[in-house]
């Protein structure tokens, strides 16, 4: 079955970008969802359709989609950001998520 | 305001069986498909099923297939997930999840969260 590949962890400074990447074969062609999970939460949707935002996420997220590899990008990240965070896509018979990456915020 | 509340988690020995429930509100439930998702605790998240809106299609993880139902009460906003031949594998934190959709497979993203209810399989 598809395979959706996240790196287990990134860090980042406060004030910097983090970039979250996301691989599978082809990914480019599928429909890329991302959600933010902080601990003890339920996750909550911050990206989908590859690049739209729900309101009230902020600005500084925003989502591509090429090729192999999907991106979630977060730009002047705060110490709010720091959280779980997971790529997802329907694969025709089954809604898979990646294994998720934890940001740190230094 | 969307509001999604599980109910029912619960310690149940392997073997065993038992139902969650999902009330909703603050949005037309009849219309939009729902699903469920679980996650052991400090692990990733894991689909488990998902149910269309009126026509009430029904999909399935293959871990949970032939053991799990998922079904809904649009009546009384209402969805469920019978969990039946537990085993250890299965304790998690299981969350209620609404569809941007009104049918399930379509790509579509999960816009609401409920805040889960926790399953324990144990002896």
């Known amino acids: 079955s598809y395979v959706l590949t996240q790196p287990p962890s990134i860090s980042v400074a406060p004030g910097k970008t983090a970039t979250l990447a996301c691989g599978g074969d082809?990914?480019?062609?599928?429909?890329v969802h991302w959600y933010q999970q902080k601990p003890g939460q339920a996750p909550l949707l911050v990206i989908y359709?590859?690049?739209k935002r729900p309101s009230g996420v902020p600005e500084r997220f925003s989502g591509s989609n090429s090729g192999d590899t999907a991106t979630l990008t977060i730009t002047m990240v705060e110490a709010g950001d720091e959280a779980d965070y997971y790529c997802?896509?329907?694969?025709?018979?089954?809604?898979?998520f990646g294994g998720g990456t934890r940001l740190t915020v230094l | 305001e969307v509001q999604l509340v599980e109910s029912g988690g619960t310690l149940v020995p392997p073997g065993g069986s038992l139902s969650l429930s999902c009330a909703a509100s603050g949005f037309t439930f009849w219309s939009q498909a729902m699903a469920w998702v679980r996650q052991v605790p400090g692990k990733g998240l894991e689909w488990v099923a998902g149910?269309?809106?009126?026509?009430?299609?029904?999909f399935y993880a293959d871990s949970v297939r032939g053991r799990f139902t998922v079904s809904r009460d649009n009546s009384r906003a209402t969805l469920f997930l019978h969990l039946s031949g537990l085993t250890v594998e299965d304790t998690a934190i299981y969350y209620c999840?609404?569809?941007?959709?009104?049918?399930?497979?379509?790509?579509?993203?999960?816009?609401?969260w409920g805040q889960g209810a926790l399953v324990t399989v144990s002896s």
């Open positions: 082809n990914i480019g062609r599928r429909s």
């Open positions: 149910i269309s809106g009126t026509n009430e299609d029904t």
């Open positions: 359709y590859d690049v």
């Open positions: 997802q896509i329907w694969d025709g018979v089954h809604l898979i």
């Open positions: 999840a609404r569809d941007h959709n009104h049918y399930f497979a379509s790509g579509t993203p999960l816009d609401y």
